[in-house]
């Protein structure tokens, strides 16, 4: 059972004025086929960091990336731009956040859904493609999709918006899809909606899923598997269930701790833990968490390597035996 992406030893630099930004230091991590992984981490981790470097998009002041990301037999960080674009265009899909980053205002629906199909299906003609494009719309919960196919993007609603972004993803048939906080600006009812959509048309479809969230609680509803980042670290990782059940790192358990119920307190999304991130321009040894640890010991200050928790779940803690 070999996995889809292994992805090792990946780092990621960013120049800034302030100087260099250590936005990932030596992840490591296996996305299996056909698995739903969630990333989960404070703002700043490096969540976005991460599946951007997975589609070959970090942003042009990236001043050092090594480390590898195997994918298809392929390193993905030694392609060239255009083998790059056409593994976006066939074999990794991603949905944003903001749905308007990745519709264009001035075309038509019909128009965007039938160019991100060219690509993975060359050899169909643009009513075939649109055909294709209506079925996906209904699948996703578009009504009188042959319609909307001449509606512009400011027609529909926000959540809508993020439907036909899944939509126009999932026309590539791609092996791996992206999902970069897709509900965070969505509101808690057409979030859960969205979140049992992508559920149900992963058993559908045959890729896997990266889901990066905020919040635990999305995670374990959609997830088989999670990393949790801390500064540019995956700190743990492994299945949901043994996640939740034995989380080993002070930062997965503090996550926990934190995680408000939002039918609890609507709006609410953000985890708080006392004390912010370490500084990613100059990294401090050791532990990378011991600055806020409530359980830090004098073996903090060096750092800690993966440690094994329980079969494929891992925590870089040396408070695991
Ligand atoms: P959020 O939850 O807010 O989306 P994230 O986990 O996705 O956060 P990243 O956006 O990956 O975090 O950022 C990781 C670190 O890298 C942060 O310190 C961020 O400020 C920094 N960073 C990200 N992009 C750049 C850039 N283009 N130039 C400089 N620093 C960057
Ligand atoms: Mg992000």
């Known amino acids: 059972d070999t996995s ?51 589609l070959g998009l970090l942003p042009d002041n990236t001043q050092r990336i090594s480390g590898e990301i195997a994918f298809g037999g392929k390193n993905l960080l030694a392609l060239d731009p255009g083998e790059l674009r056409r593994l976006r265009g066939t074999r990794i899909a991603m949905i944003f956040q903001d749905p308007m980053t990745a519709l264009n205002p ?38 009188d999709p042959e319609k909307r196919l001449w509606a512009y993007p400011h027609q529909f609603s926000g959540g809508m918006r993020q439907r036909v972004m899944i939509a126009m993803a999932l026309l590539c048939e791609p092996d791996i899809l992206i999902a970069d906080e897709p509900t965070t600006a969505l509101d808690v009812t057409i979030e859960a909606q969205i979140v049992r959509l992508l559920k149900e048309l992963h058993a559908e479809f045959h890729g896997s899923i990266v889901f990066v969230s905020h919040s635990l609680g999305l995670i ?75 359980s830090r010991f004098a073996k903090c200050g060096e750092e800690p390597p993966p440690r094994p928790v329980a079969p494929g779940h891992a925590a870089a803690c040396w408070l695991v035996p």
């Open 106 to 143: 001035v075309f038509t629906l019909g128009t965007q859904l039938v160019d991100a199909q060219r690509s993975r299906h060359p050899e169909l003609g643009r009513r075939e493609l649109l055909a294709r494009a209506a079925r996906m719309l209904a699948r996703v919960g578009i009504s």
């Open 4 to 54: 889809l992406v292994e992805i090792r030893g990946l780092n990621v630099d960013f120049a800034t004025d302030n100087g260099t930004v250590h936005a990932l230091r030596d992840v490591s991590l296996s996305i299996g086929r056909h698995s739903v992984i969630g990333l989960v981490g404070e703002s700043g981790s490096g969540k976005s960091t991460l599946a951007l470097a997975l």
């Open 220 to 294: 374990s509803e959609i997830c088989d598997e999670v990393a949790v980042m801390y500064a540019g670290k995956i700190v743990e990782s492994g299945p949901v269930g043994s996640l939740f059940s034995r989380p080993s790192h002070p930062y997965t358990q503090a996550l926990l701790a934190c995680e408000i119920d939002p039918a609890d307190a609507p709006g609410e999304r953000l985890v708080t833990i006392p004390g912010g991130l370490p500084d990613l321009v100059n990294v401090p040894s050791g532990c990378i968490f011991a600055d806020r640890c409530p």
